[in-house]
């Protein structure tokens, strides 16, 4: 029984140490390191740049916290918005600020604005595998543009784990899973709502982070990290 109860511990140890691990692997997990993320409109062409930097990082066991500065860049490199978001990883589920998924056009239009949002994540668990349904999240914000009042309303869902594949962009090579979702964004302006909706594709490499996206309307790629 004593052999028995120490496997048994030694088991659970092991996946303790497993998923710390992978929380400190995540690029958003390492303090200094900058993160280039090239933004390609519909037809494939760069049409901007995305930068994070992260500026914090925090680690309990196999629990994480960072902080995360970004820096939106247009197609001639001017800079058109900052922000800054936090990034979890609780047991090796990364759990991403929802407002980093906001497009690029809106990142611009609130750039200015003063916006008021719970912290709502989306979450990658680390153990994920073909097939799986990924949880949905939704995102509700306020936003007062030089005295006009809008609301938001982001809801992402239908994630699912469609297969496996092997993504390479100039800043490297990664075993991913490709996720298929469905976003829908409300924003409404004196009460009258604008919805649009987006279908595309996340890969996510488990233990490293988000590679590239992709819908009809364009994407985004890792093109360098320092």
Known sequence: MRTITLL???????????????CKNYY???????IEMTIYNKKGDANGKQVY?????????????????SELFDKKGKSIAKG??????????????????????QQEQFSKANVKADKIYIE???????????????LDMTIDNSGMTQTVNMVTSNRKVEVKESVTTTAGTWDCFKISFKSKIT????GIGIPF???????FAPGFGIVKTESKHGGTAITAIK
């Open 84 to 105: 800054h978001s936090e990034i979890v990883c609780k047991s090796g589920v990364m759990m991403m600020d929802m407002t980093m998924q906001l497009p690029q056009q």
């Open 124 to 138: 990658y668990p680390a153990g994920m595998k073909v097939g799986d349904d990924l949880k949905d999240a939704t």
């Open 53 to 69: 930097t992260v500026s914090d990082v925090s680690n309990a066991s196999a629990d994480a916290k960072a902080t995360v500065n």
């Open 28 to 34: 958003f997990f390492q303090k200094n390191k900058t």
């Open 197 to 203: 909706n987006i279908e595309g594709f996340e890969w």
């Open 187 to 190: 924003i409404k302006t004196m």
């Open 8 to 22: 048994a511990g030694l088991f659970c140890m092991t996946v303790l140490q497993s998923n710390a691990q992978d």
